[in-house]
């Protein structure tokens, strides 16, 4: 595969032309519909002739899913899939289980037709849907709702086919730091008794004193010793709240690379990578602007429907663009085949085991199409 930069004048012939591929065959890896249009500085995916035998690396590949995902991406989807992580399930301060409020039964099946193994992802959220870091006191304090509830996660499996758990705690408190990594050392150990895997989802540390309710909870070392595998959460530097920025410059991903392997092997961790970008309305106020979610095809379509021009920031790797509708100016950050690609490089760089969307929602089939032109991807 080659990554083209749109020019000025370009159109999507002329590239085929000078490619010597199909204009269609463009068309279809990038999502562009009829009559094609194209914006400057878009990042476009081309389809090349190549004799050479490229000794790829083989990783695992996840991606995060909520049960009500569009049929047709799910399917498009699954054949980059190793495994397809169930959003989400919680728990009671019982230790019963919360499932999804819609029936993911057949999205699980839908993945094991195509070979992917589906996982229960469990988080502590509450009845708002939030991250409530009182639940999971309660939990790692408590033996006694540990086994009940782990009892019903390996009922759960049995039940509905997973293969195993993926652990995603967030803010956790400084206090419960190693109760909660005894408890993914005790979940491990008994899941991994009945063939079942643990994997746990890790906060962007850069070091073992950061500071923060995101971090200071998440034991890299620990955790890393404690599961099968660890998600790297290397994402939202640039957030609904935030100001104007790249979700996961490329610059500060690999900060939290490069303290991950001093902490965890290397053939445990997973790079996380966004499937998405932000819209935020200017000008920017702080505790005020609120940034609207976008998936990379739809950045592209905002672009074109308000003439921008998209730009590249060099240092995050990461395409970016302004436009004004109705009145009000606006800073759009988003992924493409570039951002992505930076991604993969550093993945083959540090010799990780593979990495994990955060989510699949959205397709954006030039990524899938790119990851399986660099790497093997692992199907159980």
């Known amino acids: 595969m080659e990554i083209y930069v749109v020019k000025q004048g370009d159109t999507i012939d002329t590239i085929a032309n000078e490619f ?8 279809f890896i990038n999502q562009i519909s009829y009559p094609y249009p194209l914006v400057i500085g878009q990042a476009l995916l081309i389809p090349v002739q190549d004799d050479l035998q490229q000794n790829k690396r083989s990783v695992t590949v996840n991606g995060y899913a909520y049960p009500y995902i569009n049929s047709k991406v799910l399917q498009t989807t699954l054949p980059y899939l190793t495994v397809l992580s169930v959003f989400s399930y919680g728990f009671t301060t019982e230790g019963e289980l919360i499932p999804p409020r819609l029936d993911d039964t057949e999205m699980i099946n839908t993945a094991l037709q195509f070979g992917t193994e589906p996982v229960l992802t469990l988080t502590p959220m509450d009845e708002n849907e939030r991250f409530n870091n009182n639940l999971i006191s309660v939990l790692v304090h408590s033996n006694s709702i540990q086994e009940v509830l782990i009892q019903n996660i390996l009922e759960m499996l049995r039940r509905k086919s997973f293969s195993g758990v993926d652990v995603d705690f967030e803010y956790i408190k400084a206090e419960d730091r190693d109760f909660f990594t005894s408890f993914v050392a005790k ?3 008994e899941l991994n008794a009945y063939g079942y895997m643990v994997s746990v989802a890790l906060a962007p540390k850069t070091s073992s004193e950061q500071k923060g309710l995101l971090y200071e909870g998440k034991d890299y070392g620990g955790l890393g010793a ?11 530097w640039g957030y609904k709240y935030s100001q104007p ?6 610059n500060k991903v690999r900060q939290v690379v490069e303290y991950a392997v001093t902490q965890i092997p290397r053939d445990k ?3 996380g990578i966004p499937n998405y970008g932000y819209d935020w309305p200017l000008p920017y106020v702080q505790g005020e602007t609120s940034a609207r979610t976008i998936g990379n095809i739809q950045a592209i379509e905002i672009a074109l429907d308000n003439g921008a021009q998209i730009k590249f920031d060099e240092t995050a790797q990461t395409p ?19 951002s992505m690609n930076a991604k993969f490089s550093l993945l083959e760089e540090f010799k990780l085991r593979g990495m994990g969307y955060w989510q699949i929602m ?3 089939l030039a990524n899938w199409v790119l990851l399986e032109s660099r790497f093997n991807i692992i199907k159980r």
């Open 20 to 27: 010597q591929v199909q204009a269609s065959e463009i068309a």
């Open 187 to 189: 979940l491990t150990t």
């Open 226 to 236: 404690a599961a099968n595998s660890c998600l790297l959460m290397t994402y939202e």
């Open 245 to 250: 920025m790249a979700v996961a410059p490329i």
């Open 269 to 271: 961790i997973d790079l």
């Open 320 to 338: 970016y663009f302004n436009y004004t509708a109705d009145g009000i100016d606006h800073e759009v950050w988003f992924e493409d085949v570039r």
């Open 362 to 364: 959205r397709l954006f």
